[in-house]
């Protein structure tokens, strides 16, 4: 909620002040841009692109992001920013859904979600590999006692000096959810702005359906990777450095990354689609 000019908020907290101030944002761009478009298009296209960017904010805190510390094997995660990591699998995604846009809306957003869960699950694959076989160290959380999927205690493998170290299995799962739900996100977000470009730019350009539709394509792929780092740079001010899945505390914050991640994609979507719509 930085970027509404809140006040940072204790761990999971949310600043009523500044959540009430979000949602009346939100409520006035969704206003705006049906008065302003008039067609029904235009809204569910925003709705849309709110959905998918809620989504992406949602996903990118079960991302397991380590940072510099990872890179030293003294903190859980993958040795990346969340913004890149997430931008990463999203893109990823983005591109498997982009492949599949023709098969539909649904059929084309499960497709981006496997491709995002994808991307993170083969990250987190080759990242333990170099945990373990490359530096020498076991897969340990420094947030938990035990793993919440498995089980397994994690004080004795953990070094002391160390927040952790490895991907432990939860931070693996919650790696494979996030890409998931990013690149679920940045799919519907591409499928929505290209649908309602695909409808309007022939009577704009007075052109007919198959020759705009390389510029439609273009369009809808810009403003959706866009919206995409957008979305991952709010929920990384956020989250504030590292984390190590959804069992970690700071996983408790998401709420605030929602609401932001709702105004912010109303607002990226309502430039979006009023380039066409009026």
Known sequence: ???????PAAAGGMDPMASAIGV???LVVIAATYMLAGTG?????????????????FGVHFVPVGGAPAAMGQAPGIAT????????????????????????????????????GLMMAITCMFVNFIYVFGMGIPSASGKVAKDPITGD??????SQGTE????????????????????????????????IYQAELPAMMDALPAQILPIAVSLAGIFAIG????????AAYNI?????????????????????????????????IMIVAI
Not at 1 to 7: D, I, R, T, V
Not at 41 to 57: E, N
Request: proline residues 3%; contains cysteine.
């Open 81 to 116: 920013g969340v913004a890149m990591l997430a931008a990463g699998a999203g893109l990823a995604g983005l591109f498997g859904g982009a492949w599949a846009a023709g098969q539909g809306l649904v059929i084309a957003v499960i497709t981006g979600g496997i491709g995002g």
């Open 24 to 26: 009346v944002i939100l």
């Open 164 to 195: 952790g170290h490895g991907l432990p299995f939860i931070s693996y799962v919650g790696g494979v959810i996030g890409g998931t739900l990013g690149g679920a996100g940045g799919t519907l977000i591409y499928i929505m702005l290209l649908d």
């Open 153 to 158: 205690t994690q004080a004795e493998f953990k």
């Open 227 to 234: 919206m995409f780092l957008v979305n991952a740079v709010l």
């Open 240 to 272: 504030t450095g590292t984390i190590e899945g959804p069992h970690d505390p700071k996983f408790k914050r998401f709420p605030r990354a929602i609401v932001a991640s709702a105004v912010a994609s109303a607002v990226c979507g309502m430039v979006a």
């Open 41 to 57: 298009m235009a809204l569910m296209a925003l709705i849309g692109v709110i959905v998918g960017g809620v989504l992406v904010g």
């Open 1 to 7: 909620m930085s970027a509404l000019g809140a006040k």
